[in-house]
């Protein structure tokens, strides 16, 4: 049993920062990569921001520059600072990663149930 839930989504007006956090817990082996999505009604769930284990980051277009992934290993969480926050970054977004189990080593994805994101002024 493995759960993802983040928190740190909220109202912000353009412009503006916010921190968003996603804490693994359960029965965990390893925390291979781990990485924010986001999606907004009617359109294609989209990668932003991805970090392996050993520390190596991508970024959609999108959001270099503004947005930072970080990951605390001994915490089992995963960060993303929004700065410069702009109207189409709203979304609800998704928290994301590959972990292996106390029992096996799959490598299964897990997934959190989203936290809303709202630039808007």
């Known amino acids: 049993q493995v759960q993802l839930v983040e928190s740190g989504g909220g109202l912000v007006q353009p412009g503006g920062s916010l921190r968003l956090s996603c804490a693994a817990s359960?029965?965990?082996?390893?925390?291979?990569?781990m990485a924010w999505y986001r999606q907004s009604p009617g359109k294609q769930r989209e990668l932003v921001a991805a970090?392996?284990?050993?520390?190596?980051?991508n970024y959609a277009d999108s959001v270099k520059g503004r947005f930072t992934i970080s990951r605390d290993n001994a915490k089992n969480t995963v960060y993303l600072q929004m700065n410069s926050l702009k109207a189409e970054d709203t979304a609800v977004y998704y928290c994301?990663?590959?972990?292996?189990?106390?029992?096996?080593?799959?490598?299964?994805?897990?997934w959190g149930k989203g936290t809303l994101v709202t630039v808007s002024s």
């Open positions: 994301n990663a590959n972990i292996d189990s106390d029992y096996s080593r799959l490598g299964i994805y897990y």
């Open positions: 359960g029965s965990i082996f390893r925390i291979n990569a």
């Open positions: 970090v392996t284990s050993g520390g190596r980051t």
